[in-house]
T-cell receptor
């Protein structure tokens, strides 16, 4: 199994530019999570999808952030326009059903730097 | 959401057992206890989880106090590859949400 795949692994962009992060969950998993990790705030859940439908986006910091899951094998997290404070490592995770005992499998992350 | 408290850092010698504590005094009867770890420059990975009884798997053991207000992750023989940040997380029955705390940074000395 390839595991959760994220791309790009590193992204450097300038303030004001649009950034799109991509995630391919593990095949057969119905739940997908986007997290952000910074030194100051640690790991935070941004949004949770179940069966391609956003269930909880309460962690999305503001309207500049949007996430989509057009099908079971692909999700994007978009930041438009990007700001330096968005610099962080963004992780995507998937699980079979999103239940409290379902293991979440994390991808390697995308390190975003906004100049 | 119930909170967890962990020491910021711990050290262990290689090939010795490590006991990583976690306090969760406000745990409810339906909260599961999960442990994940994050190796340097990687995403978190699952270690173990439990509800009331002690649990063992190939990676570690989880000892849960009788009142469930604390738990301990036990690595039976630490190796250099076990150096990571270890997170203790609670999830409510019926929910998916992980609230990551600051975790315990484990340093393993050769």
């Amino acid at each position: 199994d390839a595991g959760v795949i994220q791309s790009p692994r590193h992204e450097v962009t300038e303030m004001g530019q649009e950034v799109t992060l991509r995630c391919k969950p593990i095949s057969g998993h119905n739940s997908l999570f986007w997290y952000r990790q910074t030194m100051m705030r640690g790991l935070e859940l941004l949004i949770y999808f179940n069966n391609n439908v956003p269930i909880d986006d309460s962690g999305m910091p503001e309207d500049r952030f949007s996430a989509k899951m057009p099908n079971a094998s692909f999700s994007t997290l978009k930041i438009q326009p990007s700001e330096p404070r968005d610099s962080a490592v963004y992780f995507c995770a998937s699980s079979r059903a999103g239940g409290p005992t379902d293991t979440q499998y994390f991808g390697p992350g995308t390190r975003l730097t906004v100049l | 959401d119930a909170k967890t408290t962990q020491p910021n850092s711990m050290e262990s010698n290689e090939e010795e057992p490590v006991h990583l504590p976690c306090n969760h005094s406000t745990i409810s009867g339906t909260d599961y206890i999960h442990w994940y770890r994050q190796l340097p420059s990687q995403g978190p990975e699952y270690v173990i989880h439990g509800l009331t009884s002690n649990v063992n798997n190939r990676m570690a053991s989880l000892a849960i106090a009788e009142d469930r207000k604390s738990s301990t992750l036990i690595l039976h023989r630490a190796t250099l590859r076990d150096a990571a940040v270890y997170y203790c997380i609670l999830t409510l029955l019926g929910t998916y949400k992980y609230i990551f705390g600051t975790g315990t940074r484990l340093k393993v000395l050769a």
